[in-house]
């Protein structure tokens, strides 16, 4: 049976088809533009292909309740031109079930199949990118709640060295809106791969480990797994990881933390975590199917 993945970012889609075992068959990048110029692209690389099911990992806010009309539609999100899309609608005339999670949950989803967080059932996934989100798998299975966490947006105090305010249009100085690489681009005004000076990546960590030190003490993760464009800077995770400890100043003393270096790791697969979790809930859909005949 073949399944098809999109992993929906605000600067690309990937989509791929996979096969039962979760093996990647096909997979391509494609532009995050308008939804239809976007949609249409997507559909024209599934083409004739004939689906079990699709899994779609979406940016959000997006609705996640299945009971709810709105199940697969994007909230108040800073990517404005989206606001209110359907994933649902988009897709339906692919005539196979869908199921939807957040970019980040699925990325977390893709890590605990396959990747740096394999027989681990209590931990965060926080990317930091176009965007900054945050996966958080409670035994084993990604926390929704009321929708799902978006603690990419959790207030941070702004940095006393530069006075950046940030750039989130909802918020201003949250975790998104002052670290991620959008907000580094315009603080620096180049992109944070180009950028040398060791007081920024110092700012940028000190950041991450305000927000990192914040979750600690709400979800109480047995690992943290950084991943994103951001993060492949390779300049933060020293830094990070001192300033982790810093703030928490031994008010948590868990086993977990005695090895900071095996606590807070990079993402694993490759870059293909996102793409590999939603294939997982492309192949769940096809598993609930099963267990209700």
Sequence with gaps: MLFGAIEAGGT????????EYGNIIKKTEIKTTTPDETVGNIKEFFGE???GALGIGAFGPVCLDEKSTDYGRIGKSPKLEWVGFSWIE???DLCCPISIDTDVNVAAIGEYVGGNAAGTDDFIYITIGTGIGVGVMIGGKPLHGMLHPEAGHIL???STDDGFSGICPYHKNCFEGLASGPAMKKRYGTEPYLITDERAWETEADYIAKAIMQYI???SPKRIILGGGVMNSGRL???VRKKVLMYLNDYIT????????????PAGLSGNQGITGALHLAQNEIRKDKENE
């Design 12 to 19: 690309k889609m990937v989509v791929a088809t996979g096969d």
């Design 156 to 158: 941070l105090p702004i």
């Design 254 to 265: 868990a086993r977990e933390l005695s090895d900071i270096e095996s606590y807070i790791v």
């Design 49 to 51: 292909s004939r689906l």
């Design 237 to 239: 995770f020293d830094p």
């Design 217 to 219: 003490c709400c979800y």
């Design 90 to 92: 988009a897709f339906r």
